[in-house]
């Protein structure tokens, strides 16, 4: 009787066993499927987006599609080389005007003049123009030259940014007028089938909506660009001003002391 009962246990622990070695297997397998249908579906839709997209761009009609999008295209490759011009024309201000003040005091005006030479930026161009005055001109020279050559850079920080604002207004306003002309287009069916079927205009009623849609979405991703430019811009201009002033006081004090 205890030979049988220790079988039956050795037999209900190889079975349990078996139960839940199937069971892991099973699972895994499981995730191995739920996972593989979400890529799958996520792919899918990736790929739905994109002809969705290439489907309504189309039945925009190619010819001011095309403009709305070459208007996205120029204003981007515009919008990308200003941020690119304005992050290299950005210079620790403060830094610089330190430096020049400790090459003025050590080595004099040939020493800042280096100095600013090799560096980078609208500031230390700014610095270089008042240095060359003060030796040559004197100190109301080289105040002028600040001035004037500030106005210069930031002729040159600005440069093509009228561009992406125009962009910005024509892409939205060729939608409207794809909108215009597709709603003429449906009258001219009503008109050619002298009945208000409501699946005559519907299609050119669409694609009239389509164009509109479209510009306003290049209008609005330009704006971000084109605000966040002017901004950049901002900045590197204030901080020429106070450049400028901090300048005009070393030229002075220097001159005092000389």
């Not at 001003?241 to 005009?248: R, T």
Request: with cysteine; aromatic share 6%.
């Amino acid at each position: 009787m205890k030979r049988l009962f220790s079988i039956l246990a050795v037999v209900t622990i190889m079975a349990f066993g078996s139960v839940n070695a199937t069971n892991a297997n099973t699972t895994t397998i499981a995730n191995t499927v739920v996972t593989t249908i979400q890529e799958d579906a996520a792919a899918d839709e990736s790929a739905g987006f994109h002809q969705e997209l290439k489907k309504r761009f189309m039945q925009g009609g190619p010819a001011f599609m095309g403009i709305v999008l070459l208007c996205l295209i120029l204003g981007l490759a515009i919008a990308i080389e200003r941020i690119i011009f304005l992050n290299l024309s950005s210079t620790n201000t403060k830094k610089l005007t330190s430096s020049v003040e400790e090459a003025l005091k050590s080595g004099g005006v040939d020493a800042a003049k280096e100095l600013c030479r090799n560096t980078r930026g609208p500031v230390a161009s700014i610095f270089y123009q008042g240095l060359d005055r003060i030796e040559t001109e004197g100190l109301d020279a080289a105040e002028k030259a600040v001035v004037a050559y500030g106005g210069v850079q930031m002729g040159q920080l600005e440069k093509n940014v009228s561009w992406i604002s125009l962009f910005i207004a024509i892409a939205p306003m060729l939608g409207f007028m794809g909108t215009v002309i597709g709603m003429i287009g449906a009258f001219d069916k009503i008109e050619a089938a002298g009945d208000m079927n409501p699946s005559l205009v519907a299609g050119g009623i669409k694609v009239a909506l389509l164009t509109t849609v479209f510009g306003l979405i290049v209008a609005i991703i330009l704006q971000i660009f084109y605000n966040y430019i002017i901004a950049k811009i901002d900045a590197i201009v204030n901080d020429m001003e106070d450049a400028s002033i901090s300048l005009v006081d070393m030229l002075i004090l220097n001159k005092t002391h000389k």
